[in-house]
């Protein structure tokens, strides 16, 4: 396992414009993934094993903020439908990413799509649906960011 002090995710969210972050929970955070329209990662704040491993309050909210956090990027008018993408473990946090679908995408269970996105990034548009997502996402499970 990683050394906890080399942790990329860790790293990752204290490095992450505070306009791309979603929601900065105590057992998930949210933050939009390279100024890609619509992609998010979403990750355990604690340090675990992979999925398998999640704290009961970690497992808990997965469901509800996978719906939550689609349903609002669907909601936005620019994707007809949501992927759970990379369900990962080769961190020291359970993460996975979201991926907004538009209609005639490419399926993504291959690299190849989902690496095509990143030919098409666009700061201000992903920003824009971060602050979309943001109000979706409030309640007891997690703590938005105001920028
Ligand atoms: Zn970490």
Known sequence: ????TDCKICG???????????????????VAMQDVP???MAF????????????DAAAAELG????RLSA?????GAFEK??????????????FM?????PGDERVFDNAPLLARFAGKDRDRARAIVADLRGAVRGPATRPISA
């Open 44 to 55: 355990a704040r604690d340090h675990d094993r992979g999925p398998g491993s999640l704290s």
């Open 82 to 95: 949501t992927s759970v993408i990379y369900l990962g473990d080769n961190a020291l946090h359970t993460h």
């Open 12 to 30: 990752m969210l204290q490095a992450t414009a505070p306009e791309d972050v979603v929601c900065d929970g105590p057992h998930w955070a949210v």
């Open 72 to 76: 609002s990027l669907t909601a936005t």
């Open 38 to 40: 619509g992609m998010l």
């Open 1 to 4: 396992m990683t050394d906890p």
């Open 98 to 102: 979201l991926l907004g679908r538009e």
């Open 64 to 67: 509800p903020l996978i719906n």
